[in-house]
């Protein structure tokens, strides 16, 4: 069975940081590219962050860049997501997601979702 078992979440102080991991297991790590996505009460899920398994090239959507950072371990079959100066807007829960082939942020074409972990950022 697939899996995609995400962990690290958590409540901080505007500033603080979290890191998310996502373990991967049931198909082949580097045929699928992973991203994270989060979905905050009453808002729609969006794509924060995106990956190629082979070549580790991530991808970020504006909001976060130079903030987050995802990155890839194979040997893992892990992904993860360090998230630095942390804004009460980055409340959310953060779900992990798997698309077969190149890596996306579109929710709409993942073929694998985990369950989520939430974040609450507030002092």
């Known amino acids: 069975d697939v899996q995609l078992q995400a962990s690290g979440g958590g409540s901080v102080r505007p500033g603080g940081s979290l890191r998310l991991s996502c373990v991967a297991s049931g198909f082949i790590f580097e045929d699928y590219a992973l991203g994270w996505f989060r979905q905050a009460p009453g808002k729609e899920r969006e794509g924060v962050s995106c990956?190629?398994?082979?070549?580790?090239?991530?991808y970020y959507a504006d909001s976060v860049k130079d903030r987050f950072t995802m990155s890839r371990d194979k040997a893992k079959n892990t992904v993860y997501l360090q998230m630095n100066s942390l804004m009460p807007e980055d409340t959310a829960v953060y779900y992990c997601?798997?698309?077969?082939?190149?890596?996306?942020?579109?929710?709409?074409?993942?073929?694998?979702w985990g369950k989520g972990t939430q974040v609450t950022v507030s002092s």
């Open positions: 990956i190629n398994t082979n070549d580790g090239a991530a």
């Open positions: 997601g798997a698309v077969r082939g190149i890596p996306t942020m579109y929710p709409e074409v993942m073929d694998y």
